[in-house]
């Protein structure tokens, strides 16, 4: 028997356990309505309901073994959230034109934000929970002195086994060595240019030498592959996309192109979008090699290697064809705030509680019901424009 709407959303609300396949079906009916590709009157069709089948009897046995995550981290699309992203500071040493408006944007007062304390202290609620791998963005997270504090206490928390960090590279080098020593396992530098004068216009600030020493000093220490962030945006760097392919001819390096996405006071205007289709193209033309990399369920890039390069090729497709359906990301900002979805505007403060001595059973009430409340997708590139939101430099990406 084909299982019919009704049953899935019984399904959906008994079941915590569910693989990425199973959420991209959820995902999909919820956008399509009953009928339409792979359902008929409210019913999978063949494939689709194989699919079904499938993920309902897989996922249990084998992932849920490899990760013991606590209730609260599961959404109502049995989505498992094991992947924290902490802002760890509003400020910022450049001011990419992508990230946030050229007069700069409001920032908390001090006070208002994390201590390293309290930053520790939710994560570990996390990680004790099933969280196994912490980001640190920003603004950009190594302007903040006790950076290499931080790292440690969180490299040492007990189930963490990734920390990674997401930098612009400008005062990198000099500080990786003791951060690789604080437990910093995995590394994303953005770069738009590799063309300095284009770098100044882009970031509006000087600094494009100092970010390839820091790339070329996570190579040295051992970092790989390094993460080469990319945000491709048509007039701007969209002629420079096969000069980064290039750099993986003999780097082993990871470049990610990513799709221009709108946030408040960044001016994105879909003409400024170049589509994964169109990167994948222009990529393909040049370097007939290119071949596929099978993905993770929950990886947010579309991964490629070329024959003979040291390096590889990914691009993030949030905008043309959104990874929802395998999102595992919570997001936590840099005044306490709790943000369940990158374009979702929602938040719900931690900081507060925190401070009024709510203890970890309370927290961890607030976490849960803000990740119960959580969309299948996002709501779509023009809606998402439409939609206030905050900067991107505030959120951390
Ligand atoms: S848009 Fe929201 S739900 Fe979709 S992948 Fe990003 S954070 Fe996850």
């Not at 063949?46 to 699919?51: D, L, Q, R």
């Not at 996390?126 to 504090?149: A, H, M």
């Not at 994303?188 to 000087?206: H, Q, Y």
Request: charged share 25%; glycine share 8%.
């Amino acid at each position: 028997m084909r299982p019919c709407i009704s049953n899935i959303i019984k399904w959906q609300a008994g079941l915590r356990n569910r693989s990425s396949a199973s959420c991209e079906i959820m995902s999909f009916i919820l956008h399509k309505g009953s009928d339409g590709p792979g359902l008929r009157n409210g019913h999978l069709d063949g494939t689709m309901s194989k699919m079904y089948a499938t993920s309902c009897e897989t996922f249990p046995a084998d992932a849920r073994k490899d990760h013991p995550v606590s209730d609260m981290l599961v959404d109502t699309f049995g989505r498992l959230h094991t992947y924290l992203r902490i802002s760890l500071t509003e400020r910022c040493n450049l001011r990419c034109q992508y990230c946030m408006p050229a007069e700069g944007v409001e920032l908390a007062p001090s006070p208002q934000l994390l201590s390293q304390n309290e930053i520790v202290r939710l994560a570990n609620l996390f990680v004790s929970s099933g969280v196994t791998k912490i980001r640190l963005t920003g603004g950009e997270p190594t302007i903040r002195k006790d950076i290499e504090e931080i790292c440690l206490r969180l490299s040492n928390l007990s189930g963490l086994k990734a920390l990674a960090m997401t930098t612009n590279g400008i005062t990198l080098a000099n500080k990786l060595q003791k951060l690789k020593e604080c437990g910093l396992s995995l590394l994303n530098i953005s770069l738009d240019t590799l063309v300095p004068a284009k770098f100044e216009f882009m970031t509006r600030r000087k600094g494009h030498d100092r970010v390839m020493k820091s790339i070329d000093a996570a190579i040295e220490l051992g970092y790989s592959p390094v993460k080469i962030n990319c945000v491709v945006m048509r007039g701007f760097n969209d002629d420079e996309i096969c000069d980064f392919v290039g750099l993986t001819r003999e780097k082993p390096i990871n470049v990610r192109f990513i799709e221009f996405m709108p946030f408040d006071g960044n001016v994105w205007n879909v003409k400024k979008l170049v589509p994964y289709t169109e990167m994948l193209d222009i990529v393909g033309k040049q370097f007939t090699e290119l071949q596929r990399i099978q993905d993770h369920p929950t990886e947010t890039a579309k991964n490629f290697r070329i024959e003979g390069h040291e390096g590889t090729v990914s691009f993030i497709t949030s905008m043309t064809e959104h990874f929802c359906a395998g999102c595992n990301r919570l997001r936590l900002l840099a005044d306490g705030n709790f943000k369940v979805c990158l374009f979702g505007p929602s938040e719900v403060s931690l900081r507060d509680p925190l401070r009024r001595g709510v203890d970890d059973d309370g927290l961890k009430e607030i976490i849960g019901a803000a990740i119960k409340r959580k969309k299948a997708a996002h709501a779509g590139m023009f809606d998402i424009a439409k939609t206030p939101n905050r900067p991107m430099i505030h959120i951390g990406g």
